[in-house]
């Protein structure tokens, strides 16, 4: 394995992705790219303004964490569906393995529309990790 795609919304579930993607890395010796995604259905002009301001936030949070646990790492952020633009980077970045952070539980909304993991899962072809608070949930995707 020698490129992970680690996702975060900077949310302390994210951070338990983030923290597992970059030992997993650093164990391995792979690279990694951290993705964070505005999502693009919120009104434009605050767009570029949440991407600055992830980018600095996710250039602490990388910094302090590879002070811990060193790996080869970049970071994007992007705007865009986030489910697609997540696909695409793990795409471009040709990822052997995506780290994705369990989102908030919504089971009444869920049942109703796809999870960010399940519409990553129907369009991309990366196996995936899921995070959760304590114990880690693997979920292959494979086409």
């Known amino acids: 394995m020698d490129r992970i ?3 975060t919304d900077l949310s302390a579930r994210s951070t338990h992705a983030l923290t597992r993607g970059f030992t997993l890395a650093s164990s391995l010796g792979a690279r990694v790219r951290v993705v964070s995604v505005v999502d ?13 301001d992830m980018t600095k936030e996710l250039r602490r949070e990388t910094a302090a964490l590879a002070s811990e646990v060193p790996c080869n790492y970049e970071i994007q952020v992007s705007s865009g569906d986030v489910s697609e633009e997540i696909v695409k980077q793990a795409a ?11 989102h908030r539980d919504r089971a009444v909304i869920d049942s ?13 072809h990366n196996p995936a990790l899921m995070m959760r608070m304590s114990f880690i949930t693997c979920v292959l995707i494979s086409r």
């Open 112 to 124: 109703f529309r796809e999870t960010t993991k399940e519409r990553i899962g129907r369009l991309g």
């Open 40 to 52: 693009d259905a919120i009104p434009e002009p605050l767009v570029a303004g949440l991407v600055a």
């Open 5 to 7: 795609l680690i996702t």
């Open 92 to 102: 471009n970045f040709d990822a052997d393995l995506i780290v994705l952070g369990l």
